[in-house]
C-alpha cells in the first residue's frame, strides 16, 4: 500500500509546510517503526459513543478521575477519546494491551512511558483542539507537537505581545483578520511544539513562554508546519536529522478495522 512519505532535508526545512493534497494514510495491520521514522497520527475525537465504556475502561485510575473533573459532557468525552485513543496507539507499537500501559512524568514533567512498556525506546506527545488530536511517535529521539483550532476573535496581538519572543511577534506587525489569525496560531504551535520537544517551559504552566532558537539549536531542533484539517495550525518539532515523516489517520466510527 503506497503511503505518504516526507523525508526532512534541507530545502524541506526551508519550506517547513506538510504537503498539501495528500490524504493522511490508513495504517497498515502492523505498524513499524525504524528509528529513522517519525510517525504522526490525527484522529477526530467525534463520533465515538459506542466505543466510550471500552476507552474510559483502558484508562488509569488518574485518568479516569481527570475526565470526571470536566463539567461539560463533551469535553469529558474528547478527553476519554484523545487519551483512549493515545495508549491504543502506543500499545500497538509497545506490542501491549491499552490498560497496561504505564506513564510517568519526565525531565521538566514530560509524560513518558515506563515499566516494562518503557524500554522500548518510544518516545512520544499528544496534543488535541476541540475535534482534532495530533500524535507523534519516534524511537530513540525527542518529538513535541501541537495542534490548535484557529479561532478568528482571539486577541491575537495581546497574546503574542505576552507570550512570543519578540522575532515571531513582530512577523505579525501589518496583518489583520485570518491572515493575523492563521500566522498567530502558525507562531503558537510552532513555539509550544518546540518547548514540549525540548522540555523547556513544560512545567511552568499558563506561563509557557519560549525565546526564540538560536540558529545552531534550531538546526538540531527541525520544524515542520503540518495542516491536519480547515481552520486548524500544527507544529512538530523533532529533535535530529534524517529521519522520514509518516502520516497516519485513526480509523473513523464504524471502520471496519482497528489497531
Known sequence: MA???TTVSDDCLKRPYSPEGVPWACPPASVGLS???VHVWRACLNGHARRLPAL???LSSDEQARA???RSWKDRVRFIAAHGFLRKILGAYAGAAPAQLRFRRGLHGKPELCGPCGEVALRFNMSYSSDFLLCAVARGRRVGLDVERIRPDLPAVAV???F???EAFAALRGLSGGKLARAFFEAWTS???RCKATGEGIDSGPKLSCAAPRPREASRWPLLRLRPAPGYAAALVVEGHDW???RWRYPQPGAARNI
Request: aromatic fraction near 4%.
Open 191 to 193: 513555539m509550544e511544539a
Open 35 to 37: 528509528d529513522r521514522e
Open 164 to 166: 512570543l519572543s519578540p
Open 3 to 5: 503511503t505518504e512519505a
Open 56 to 58: 474510559l475502561a483502558g
Open 68 to 70: 470526571a473533573q470536566y
Open 244 to 246: 522520514t515523516l509518516r
Open 160 to 162: 503574542a505581545r505576552r
